[in-house]
């Protein structure tokens, strides 16, 4: 049988039968809180701060006061990947606004509650990192600005899963999300990027597209290999009529798109410069020396 796996929940590991939290926790009723996806490989946490830091900043715009400070934070991440004897996965890490009563005043919630799960994933089956994805668009749009910020990685991600839904109906795995103007913000759990006539072009922040961690190593991949890349408007024509597509996140990494609402992209076939950029980024999530150990004996 396999060893039951540990859960850190509010201070303590537990095995995952006894993690539990309130029903009248608020990120249950009301979506009340914030998470983060994050990668280990190797024994080492990728871009764990910058992670850290994301969920204290979409923390602070929700007004939810993290008892914990960010390098509790980051040793529970590697306490928790310790706990379950991994040197490569994804970890999940949320946090709730706490138990309250039933209504939806959250200072009658005492203390957030955090748990962290770490586990061993493969998003995409690993065909489609060389033959590529087919993607639609959604009908369901990316939330506006005017509304929570879509920069914040709260637990409401009913828009999301609005969009998954077509997505699945569609018998495709990923979707784009235009936003309230009708030019695209990003897919459903991925950034998107397209390329032209050898220049890269990802949507703005300020057209609805999260603050990736993975698309912001794709500007410093593409910085080192000397590779145009812009933030831009991007209409579906845009992406119609690129040469190449491809998504970015925590979890799928940097996977090609080869077919976007019955369009060819390209010729149908993963093009070389994203050929290049999925090899640059396996190459440096597995060597980054900015990454957190894990294990005390690999710290030499
Ligand atoms: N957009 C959405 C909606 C996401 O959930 C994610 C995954 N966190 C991304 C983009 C990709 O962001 P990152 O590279 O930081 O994982």
Known sequence: MSKEQKIWLDGELVNQADAKISVFDHGLLYGDGVFEGIRFYNGRVF??????????????????????????????????????????????LVVTRGAGGLGMNPYLCETPSMFCIAASIQLYPEEYYTKGLEIVTCSTRRPSHATLSPQVKSLNYLNNVMAKIECVKAGVMEGIMLNENGTVAECTGDNLFIIKKGVIATPKISDGALDGITRET?????????????????????????????????AAEVIPVVKYDDREIGDGNVGEITKHLINAYTECVNSDVSSTEIYEQDAE
């Open 218 to 250: 794709i500007f410093e991949l593409c910085d080192e290999l000397g590779v145009g890349i812009f933030e831009e408007t991007l209409t579906r024509y845009d992406v119609y009529t690129a040469d190449e597509v491809f998504l970015t996140g925590t």
């Open 47 to 92: 871009k764990l701060i910058e992670h850290v830091e994301r969920l204290f900043n979409s923390a602070k715009a929700i007004m939810l006061k993290m008892p914990w400070t960010l390098e509790e934070v980051c040793d529970i991440v590697c306490e928790t990947i310790r706990a379950n004897e991994l040197r490569d996965g994804y970890v999940r």
